[in-house]
């Protein structure tokens, strides 16, 4: 299954072809992804395993986004996901002659927003309507409705959603 999806991946997923998300969120499914209805997703998307990769409904998958999913991720219903992000579930322990692989799981929850060229590590939780600022490094948990910004990013101000 692994070999299969390096073959179907550059084709519709992470090609510059506009393909319609329909197709790409299908093809996602048969390849063990849950995801959700409405869900937008851009050119140029990298996704390492579908299988480790769950996507709420109305989100939004922007181009050149790389899901570097080791290890499971979860997209709430209403999230954004900036153009050129970076989610990273794995890391190589440097402590250890032969650096093992570390993996953590990834959730980001309904309404959260990772700004343009951010990024994500492993083990993050971004909680409900928070938003990593552009160019931020997510780490940990990040509160809920408030705006991280940084590296690492640290809550800047609450965020205020209006009508």
């Given at each position: 299954?692994?070999?299969?999806?390096?073959?179907?991946?550059?084709l519709?997923?992470?090609?510059?072809?506009?393909?319609?998300?329909?197709?790409?969120?299908?093809?996602?499914?048969?390849?063990?992804?849950?995801?959700?209805?409405?869900?937008?997703?851009?050119?140029?998307?990298?996704?390492?395993?579908?299988?480790?990769?769950?996507?709420?409904?109305?989100?939004?998958?922007?181009?050149?986004?790389?899901?570097?999913?080791?290890?499971?991720?979860?997209?709430?219903?209403?999230?954004?996901?900036?153009?050129?992000?970076?989610?990273?579930?794995?890391?190589?322990?440097?402590?250890?002659?032969?650096?093992?692989?570390?993996?953590?799981?990834?959730?980001?929850?309904?309404?959260?927003?990772?700004?343009?060229?951010?990024?994500?590590?492993?083990?993050?939780?971004?909680?409900?309507?928070?938003?990593?600022?552009?160019?931020?490094?997510?780490?940990?948990?990040?509160e809920?409705?408030?705006?991280?910004?940084?590296?690492?990013?640290k809550?800047?101000?609450?965020?205020?959603?209006?009508?």
């Amino acid at each position: 299954m692994r070999v299969l999806w390096f073959l179907i991946q550059p084709l519709f997923i992470s090609g510059r072809a506009p393909w319609p998300y329909s197709i790409k969120r299908s093809l996602l499914r048969l390849f063990g992804a849950r995801i959700g209805k409405g869900v937008i997703i851009k050119p140029k998307v990298r996704i390492k395993y579908p299988w480790k990769l769950r996507i709420g409904d109305h989100a939004w998958i922007g181009e050149s986004v790389w899901i570097d999913n080791l290890d499971d991720v979860t997209i709430g219903d209403h999230c954004c996901i900036s153009q050129g992000a970076y989610l990273l579930c794995g890391n190589h322990d440097y402590t250890k002659p032969a650096f093992d692989l570390i993996t953590r799981p990834i959730q980001i929850e309904d309404g959260a927003w990772i700004g343009a060229m951010s990024i994500v590590g492993p083990g993050a939780k971004l909680e409900t309507e928070s938003v990593l600022a552009a160019g931020s490094v997510g780490l940990g948990t990040l509160e809920a409705r408030m705006v991280h910004q940084g590296n690492p990013a640290k809550p800047v101000r609450e965020r205020q959603i209006k009508p």
